[in-house]
């Protein structure tokens, strides 16, 4: 059995603030250590429940945040970007894929660094609901017949999970007190939560999270100027002075539809 495990950051426990997870900044090495402890830990359940093989994606930033020579020596790592899948490079080829330190969507009450895949980023609709990065990477992945078994994140993470996920193992890693604040678990605790869920996880046949087709974006951002930039992109429909929307023929298109919007977004405003 092959199993991939995509590993964003914000959702980890002992991760609060910007400063942990974005390199450069003063804490950085901190958030690192954190991921990578807790990669460890999922993949030793992993193993003990009996996967052959186990890829990592780093799927945060730059996706460059993972040190290989930290991992164990018998995981895989995908890193670096661009990648054609972006969040769940690999999927195509494993059986199960488990996803570790996600965080919720944009605009979630008590959700630990809440946004959906850029701060740009103030709603995302897709076929009329609400959607994060939650559930756009397990739509991708089921669009390739690949069920999600493992998630592990904040408390608000988990509950969006929840709606999303079927026949999966959760992990509630904290609890947000506020966008930049969190109960956290002792390390320990988290570690060894990771693992026994992990393992159990690994015997779940899982279920597959489909998005009908065709597929209709909304893509709402945080200033008119980030939409103005989308409207050179073939076949977008401008909404109203925030929002945009696009047509897809099914849920991969879409995803890709929806990291050229977003990328559009990041033209240079002079920070205005």
């Known amino acids: 059995m092959r199993t991939l495990v995509s590993v964003d950051m914000e959702g980890l426990n002992g991760i609060t603030h910007g400063s942990q997870v974005l390199p450069q900044m003063k804490e950085y090495s901190l958030g690192r250590e954190i991921a990578t402890r807790s990669i460890n830990a999922t993949t030793k359940g992993i193993r003990s429940g009996g996967s052959e093989e186990i890829y990592v994606v780093d799927a945060h930033d730059g996706n460059r945040n993972i040190r290989a020579s930290e991992l164990d020596n018998r995981v895989n790592l995908i890193s670096g ?21 996600y965080h919720s969507k944009a605009g979630t009450l008590f959700g630990v660094l809440d946004h959906t895949y850029s701060t740009n980023v103030h709603r995302l609709k897709v076929n009329g609901e609400e959607m994060g990065e939650i ?5 991708v992945a089921g669009f390739f017949g690949k069920p999600v078994v493992f998630f592990a994140g904040d408390k608000a993470a988990v509950s969006e999970a929840n709606k999303v996920l079927e026949e999966a193992e959760f992990v509630v890693l904290k609890e947000g007190i506020s966008r930049y604040s969190a109960a956290n678990m002792p390390m320990e605790t988290s570690d060894d939560e990771l693992t026994s869920a992990a393992k159990r996880a ?14 209709s974006i909304s893509l709402e951002f945080q200033n008119s100027g980030m939409a103005d930039s989308c409207m050179i992109f073939p076949g977008v429909e401008r909404i109203d002075a925030y929002t945009v929307a696009a047509q897809a023929g099914d849920m991969l298109h879409a995803y890709q539809a929806f990291r050229v919007l977003v990328s559009l977004s990041n033209t240079d405003h002079g920070n205005y």
């Open 202 to 215: 690994t015997a779940l046949k899982g279920r597959i999270f489909s998005v009908e087709p065709p597929v």
């Open 81 to 101: 970007y661009p990648k054609p899948l972006s969040m769940v490079e690999g999927v195509r080829s494993c059986d199960k894929a488990f996803f570790l330190g």
């Open 135 to 139: 559930g756009l990477s397990a739509g």
